[in-house]
């Protein structure tokens, strides 16, 4: 029992909060704050002189270039860059301690080096946390405030779209030739239904529009053939109302759509979506889980910022800053080559957004057990 007790006392007392884990979480806060600021200056400045003509020649107002455009588009900045700047940060502000020898000094006064870990755990959960509420709550509102803004200063109006492949349930398929989105209505409409070794049902159409009144579809110059047991059943018209599993949006959406959704409408579409069979359920099901797999990608990063970072070399701070920098872009890389396969199905969708950060934990554990200490 005795033993017991010191056990919890010496826990007790080597995770307690100490002023030197306030100095480095301050230095951790206040360098991640510091680059994403820099980063955003430099982007804001580009974007500027990129677009400074068509904010002019679209006599968009300042006001509405400000809180509108740059407003909606800044989080997204951010929230893109926060695993890489966490990293940055981490390995910038950790070189420099070890480059005074602080670290040297920290260690020497008898603090364990992986509780010199504290510290840099907490800052990393912050921003974790930061980034999970920008992820799920407020990018998918500026989305689509920036969104609109587009369609409504840049004159990048959704009218029409043309060749529309959609998959309306297991086992029936829709193609339309083109589909205006504000007049709600197109040209060359059919629906194939498919049995066990052909067509069962099949609905042609010159053009149709939706009735948002009676939320129908409405067939104009329409042929309808029925297959029931090996008999064909043709039924011509000039106009026809029916019900589908579709509404005009799914006419007009693309996968960029989940960008504007938060995390429950996220899962709640994901559904609709699988049932249907839709070729995007892949796409949809990574887009939801790197929401939250990026987010917890900090903490990787800064576990492995700091054991790139501590170690003091002759060469100063930009040695640390290439080899962090060649790791950061291998992650970036290897996150686009799992989501390729991913979507392809080459690999379950579910796993795909977390084999780099599982990778990286296991080069994380294996550097932090080998680094200098």
């Known amino acids: 029992m005795p033993n017991i007790k010191e056990t919890i006392q010496k826990w007790h007392n080597d995770l307690r909060w100490r002023l030197l884990d306030t100095y480095i979480l301050k230095k951790f806060i206040g360098s991640f704050v510091y680059s994403i600021a820099l980063l955003l200056a430099i982007i804001v400045v580009f974007d500027v002189s990129e677009n400074i003509q068509r904010f002019i020649d679209n006599d968009v107002p300042f006001n509405k270039i400000i809180f509108s455009y740059y407003g909606n588009l800044i989080p997204s900045i951010i929230n893109m860059f926060i695993p890489l700047f966490t990293f940055i940060s981490v390995i910038w502000f950790t070189s420099v301690l070890s480059q005074r020898n602080e670290i040297v000094a920290i260690l020497s006064s008898g603090i364990n080096f992986y509780r010199l870990l504290l510290p840099y755990i907490v800052?990393?959960?912050i921003i974790v946390i930061f980034a999970i509420v920008m992820s799920n709550v407020i990018i998918p509102n500026t989305n689509r405030g920036l969104n609109e803004f587009k369609e409504v200063h840049f004159k990048r109006k959704k009218g029409s779209k043309s060749n529309i492949h959609l998959k309306n349930s297991l086992?029936?398929?829709?193609?339309?030739?083109?589909?205006?989105?504000?007049?709600?209505?197109g040209q060359r409409f059919t629906y194939e239904e498919l049995g066990n070794q052909s067509i069962t049902k099949k609905i042609s159409a010159q053009s149709f529009k939706y009735d948002q009144e009676r939320k129908k579809w409405v067939f104009k110059n329409y042929v309808m053939r029925t297959i029931v047991d090996d008999e064909e059943f043709i039924v011509q018209g000039n106009e026809m109302d029916t019900v589908l599993n579709i509404l005009p949006r799914d006419l007009d959406r693309d996968e960029t759509i989940i960008e504007t959704m938060d995390y429950k409408t996220m899962r709640r579409y994901i559904k609709e979506e699988k049932e249907?069979?839709?070729?995007?359920?892949?796409?949809y099901r990574i887009a939801q889980q790197k929401r939250v797999s990026n987010a917890l990608g900090t903490i990787i990063m800064t576990l492995l910022g700091f054991s790139v970072a501590s170690r003091k070399t002759q060469r100063g701070v930009g040695v640390h800053l290439f080899i962090g920098m060649g790791m950061a872009f291998s992650f970036i890389f290897l996150q686009q080559v799992s989501d390729v396969f991913a979507v392809s199905g080459g690999i379950p969708p579910g796993l795909g957004a977390w084999i780099p950060n599982i990778i990286f934990l296991v080069i994380c554990i294996f550097m932090l057990k080998f680094t200098q200490k």
């Open 276 to 283: 249907k069979g839709s070729s995007f359920v892949n796409y």
């Open 171 to 185: 086992n029936s398929y829709i193609y339309v030739e083109r589909w205006n989105k504000e007049e709600m209505d």
């Open 123 to 125: 800052g990393s959960l």
